[in-house]
Nanobody, 126 residues
Framework: QVQLVESGGGLVQAGGSLRLSCEAS????????MGWFRQAPGKEREFVAA????????DYTHSVKGRFTISRDNTKNTVYLQMNSLKPEDTAVYYC???????????????????WGQGTQVTVSS
């Protein structure tokens, strides 16, 4: 049974940084990808970033490019999201997601991922 466990959320002032971690257990994603999504109150879950597990190719939503960095540690089956220069509009519950096999053009789609973490709250104060 695959489990994704997130950590690293919290409260930070605008301009600050946080690093989210997501450890996967019970499965491997060497042919797939892992991603981060977020959901603010009253809004739909949206794509933030993804990383192709085999070749390390990454992608980001426009609003976080240059501020967020997604990375992976194959030995620990863990993906990270380093978030710098945080803004109040980054406030949301952040979810880790994993796909055993992912057709890369579908990386932005919630339904393309097989497994989800429980979510971690990120709050950025102004």
């Amino acid at each position: 049974q695959v489990q994704l466990v997130e950590s690293g959320g919290g409260l930070v002032q605008a301009g600050g940084s946080l690093r989210l971690s997501c450890e996967a257990s019970g499965g491997t994603f060497s042919s797939g990808a892992m991603g981060w999504f977020r959901q603010a109150p009253g809004k739909e879950r949206e794509f933030v970033a993804a990383i192709n597990w085999s070749n390390g190719v990454t992608d980001y939503t426009h609003s976080v490019k240059g501020r967020f960095t997604i990375s992976r540690d194959n030995t620990k089956n863990t993906v990270y999201l380093q978030m710098n220069s945080l803004k109040p509009e980054d406030t949301a519950v952040y979810y880790c997601a994993a796909a055993a096999r992912l057709h890369w053009p579908r990386r932005l789609i919630v339904g393309a991922y097989d497994y989800w973490g429980q979510g971690t709250q990120v709050t950025v104060s102004s």
